[in-house]
T-cell receptor
Framework: QKEVEQNSGPLSVPEGAIASLNCTYSDRGSQSFFWYRQYSGKSPELIMFIYSNGDKEDGRFTAQLNKASQYVSLLIRDSQPSDSATYLCAFMDSNYQLIWGAGTKLIIKP | ETGVTQTPRHLVMGMTNKKSLKCEQHLGHNAMYWYKQSAKKPLELMFVYNFKEQTENNSVPSRFSPECPNSSHLFLHLHTLQPEDSALYLC????????????????FGEGSRLTVL
């Protein structure tokens, strides 16, 4: 059974601090990993993808991938109240299917 | 109109009713998907269409019946649903069925919130 594990939260972070969201996955053959953000009542939207070990930075967002540990994380620097949302982690399996986590709810407190 | 639009946004139906959900994408994509999203559960892939042909049916009960008349439109026909079918139903599209698509980006509609009484 291919799975993605995420802490459901809520994760509460003060405004301006670094928010760290974590995800583990079961399929060692996974090559591509994704972070989607879903605001309450809205649709998920892709914010980061990564397929190489190490870090990938895009503005205030950094995705980190460790394939040996089957671990992917998302760091949000200088957190803003507008970052409050549910963050969904997903990986693509060998059949090009996206396997999703249940999401972590992030709350940024002013 | 742009992106992926879904109608209706909210639907309440009895267990004996027949209703349909509609999805339309204006992105020129070739693949369309139906997902079910329940609280605190991962997104569940229901159906996939690629170039109007159904390529996947993830063991979805027959009370859910998809229809894809062209690459821009996708329907989900509902009949004799159960209360446990109450959820947010999300339509999504992508350039193609992921094959060779490095980013794996799906574009989602805002969903149809279904309540079965």
């Amino acid at each position: 059974q291919k799975e993605v594990e995420q802490n459901s939260g809520p994760l509460s972070v003060p405004e301006g601090a670094i928010a760290s969201l974590n995800c583990t996955y079961s399929d060692r053959g996974s090559q591509s990993f994704f972070w989607y953000r879903q605001y309450s009542g809205k649709s998920p939207e892709l914010i980061m993808f990564i397929y190489s070990n190490g870090d990938k930075e895009d503005g205030r967002f950094t995705a980190q991938l460790n394939k040996a540990s089957q671990y992917v994380s998302l760091l949000i620097r200088d957190s803003q109240p507008s970052d409050s949302a549910t963050y969904l982690c997903a990986f693509m399996d060998s059949n090009y299917q996206l396997i999703w986590g249940a999401g972590t709810k992030l709350i940024i407190k002013p | 109109e742009t992106g992926v639009t879904q109608t209706p946004r909210h639907l309440v139906m009895g267990m004996t009713n027949k209703k349909s959900l509609k999805c339309e994408q204006h992105l020129g994509h070739n693949a369309m998907y139906w997902y079910k999203q329940s609280a605190k559960k991962p997104l569940e892939l229901m159906f996939v269409y690629n170039f109007k042909e159904q390529t996947e049916n993830n063991s979805v009960p027959s009370r859910f019946s998809p229809e894809c008349p062209n690459s821009s439109h996708l329907f989900l026909h509902l009949h004799t649903l159960q209360p446990e079918d109450s959820a947010l139903y999300l339509c999504a599209s992508s350039q193609d069925r992921f094959g060779g698509l490095k980013t794996g980006e799906l574009f989602f509609g805002e969903g149809s919130r279904l309540t079965v009484l």
